[in-house]
């Protein structure tokens, strides 16, 4: 297919109410982000290393750039959806950002986001970070409920809200550009903890005449119940007060441990994604009062 030729897109913004804009990358994530703001009406201008995956693009009335420094040039607002922090230097290595408002969407740490602002202002640009928590096929379906948290200059999160909007919610988590990712990875990071606790739970029941499909209502209804604690949680660490509210206190937690370590042992159920956290839980009744609640081991992980 032949490229269609890249304008600037900036200069003929006033022919479109909608904010013209450039991507970079178009893995599965990009693409979905691409076809989101096409759906929206955005003038979209695109790059990827690999051409071909812009020809499907191109048929919607994206403008498919042939270098990275073409499509970087075509508009003011740059959005990076690239494989990682690595590639992102790839990408843009040598390029003029001047004037550009860079709004970066890819995995990466806090440190990683924040050395990136402090990078794109070296050259001229502002910055946002992002960190989106959804999976592709929910881009664009707002019923899904996506949203990508963004960090950086509020002025310039505002200025663009509208069209990082299109594709999935917003939500800005404040100033500083490490924010986006904090958040991102604290989600994530709690996430695979879930995935842990599931994945054990059903390797004891595995052996035996239990189907998994009739325990995943119960562990799915269970799990979310025990979400309700997370309010509490918080409330205690802002108030420095463990002992407010608890129902079940950390002595009688510990002492329980063995029933479920035992349990494991029967069922021929390697203990090892439950151990490192009783650890932690012994730990914590070393050091703190046994009429608290887990909250403490928050502290103990800290280093």
């Keep these: 297919m032949t490229n269609k030729p890249v304008e600037n897109a900036s200069e003929n913004a006033s022919e479109s109410p909608l904010t013209p804009l450039t991507l970079l990358g178009l893995g599965a994530m990009g693409t979905a982000l691409a076809e989101a703001w096409l759906t929206a009406g955005h003038p979209l201008t695109v790059w990827n290393r690999t051409a071909a995956r812009a020809d499907a693009l191109a048929v919607r009335g994206a403008a498919v750039a042939p270098t990275v420094a073409e499509a970087v040039a075509a508009n003011r607002l740059i959005v990076v959806c690239l494989l990682d922090d690595a590639s992102v230097d790839d990408a843009l290595a040598g390029l003029d950002l001047t004037g550009?408002?860079?709004?970066?969407?890819?995995?990466?740490?806090?440190?990683?986001?924040?050395?990136?602002?402090?990078?794109?202002?070296?050259?001229?640009?502002?910055?946002?970070?992002?960190?989106?928590?959804?999976?592709?096929?929910?881009?664009?379906?707002?019923?899904?409920?996506?949203?990508?948290?963004?960090?950086?200059?509020?002025?310039?999160?505002?200025?663009?809200?509208?069209?990082?909007?299109?594709?999935?919610?917003?939500?800005?988590?404040?100033?500083?550009?490490?924010y986006a990712a904090l958040h991102d990875v604290a989600l994530l990071s709690a996430m695979y903890g879930m995935f842990a606790g599931v994945a054990h739970a059903f390797a004891l029941v595995r052996g035996e005449a239990v189907a998994p499909g009739d325990l995943a209502p119960m562990l799915s209804d269970y799990v979310t119940a025990m979400t309700r604690s997370i309010a509490g949680t918080a409330e205690q660490l802002e108030s420095g007060d463990y002992t407010k509210g608890v129902v079940s206190n950390l002595a009688m937690q510990v002492a329980g441990k063995g029933t479920l370590l035992r349990t494991a042992e029967e069922q021929g159920v390697s203990a090892e994604l439950l151990e490192p956290y009783f650890r932690l839980m012994e730990r914590r009744l070393e050091v703190g009062s046994g009429e608290e609640d887990l909250t403490g081991v928050v502290d103990l992980l800290r280093r």
């Design 100 to 178: 550009k408002d860079l709004v970066n969407v890819v995995t990466s740490t806090p440190g990683q986001a924040r050395a990136r602002a402090a990078w794109a202002a070296r050259r001229g640009a502002r910055y946002l970070d992002g960190g989106i928590m959804a999976v592709p096929p929910m881009i664009g379906v707002p019923a899904a409920g996506p949203y990508v948290f963004y960090s950086g200059p509020s002025e310039l999160f505002e200025e663009h809200r509208a069209v990082l909007a299109a594709p999935a919610g917003t939500r800005y988590v404040g100033e500083d550009a490490g």
